[in-house]
């Protein structure tokens, strides 16, 4: 049986999270593993995250929609959320992720593309006149 991830986005706009949409990721385990040690069974690689963690009680209407109309089946698998740090961590350390891998499946776009193309606290310049004033990546996962 395979193993999905289900992965959203937030943003912080006048100090109140929105709903910034869902992006699909490919089934891949090496990087699963490396983002929450998900299918990590050798142990080789090293996760930015290796707990679970709870829903923030602050998430987006849209957010808590979408997590509880999903299927049960993701209780059994690693919510994990991305604070702004994580994700600067995961963005520090991916190029290395790619390098110890030998993993040539990600596109530089790719990085881009899930950063929003650059998932820096200035990037709220592109939507209105309001600043996006933080960033996290809320990710579970299903059989």
């Known amino acids: 049986m395979g193993c999905d991830i289900h992965f959203h986005r937030e943003v912080k706009i006048n100090g109140k999270w929105e709903y910034f949409g869902e992006f699909k990721i490919e089934r891949n385990y090496r990087l699963f593993s490396f983002l929450a040690n998900v ?17 923030p009680g602050d998430v987006s209407g849209m957010m ?23 994700i600067e961590e995961f963005y520090n350390r991916f190029d290395g992720f790619i ?3 030998g993993d040539h499946e990600y596109p ?36």
């Open 39 to 55: 299918r990590n069974e050798n142990k080789l690689i090293k996760p930015i995250a290796d707990a679970e963690d709870d829903l």
């Open 64 to 86: 808590r929609f979408v997590f509880n109309s999903e299927d049960n089946d993701y209780y059994l698998h690693t919510l994990t959320v991305f604070d702004y740090g994580r």
């Open 108 to 143: 530089e776009h790719y990085v881009g593309y899930l950063f929003g193309n650059s998932w820096l606290k200035d990037f709220g310049e592109q939507f209105t006149n309001d600043k996006i004033e933080d960033v996290r990546w809320i990710f579970w996962f299903d059989n």
């Open 99 to 101: 390098g110890e891998t």
